[in-house]
């Protein structure tokens, strides 16, 4: 079982710039990726960001693109979602999770590619 956990939300003021971390417990290095996601209140579940812990690649919801970045610091195994120009559509709880069994990349944005999930955080964009 691998432990994840993010933290860092709150109420974030539209134009606002969290940088939520995300922890695990040791390294990432047997993981095949670590990734953000979000869910709205009564939508499903979408992927936001990811970072492939073998070759570094990132991926990005197009709704992101160019506002969030993922990065990530090994001697803290901690993976951080900077987000800049937060909108209110960018309210949701947001979720850490590692794809440590399988990967597809193609598939990056789905639930399913990931196996162990963080309890969430809720972000509110509002004024």
């Known amino acids: 079982q691998v432990q994840v956990a993010e933290s860092g939300g709150g109420l974030v003021q539209p134009g606002g710039s969290p940088r939520p971390p995300c922890a695990t417990p040791?390294?990432?290095?047997?993981?095949?990726?670590i990734g953000w996601l979000r869910q709205a209140s009564g939508k499903e579940r979408e992927g936001v960001s990811c970072?492939?812990?073998?070759?570094?690649?990132?991926f990005y919801a197009e709704s992101v693109q160019g506002r969030f970045t993922i990065s990530r610091d090994n001697d803290k195994n901690t993976v951080y979602l900077q987000m800049n120009s937060l909108k209110p559509v960018d309210t949701a709880v947001y979720y850490c999770?590692?794809?440590?069994?399988?990967?597809?990349?193609?598939?990056?944005?789905?639930?399913?590619?990931?196996?162990?999930w963080g309890q969430g955080t809720q972000v509110t964009v509002s004024s």
């Open positions: 999770a590692v794809a440590a069994f399988n990967w597809w990349a193609t598939s990056w944005s789905k639930q399913h590619m990931w196996d162990y």
């Open positions: 040791g390294s990432t290095r047997g993981y095949y990726a």
């Open positions: 970072l492939s812990v073998t070759d570094g690649q990132t």
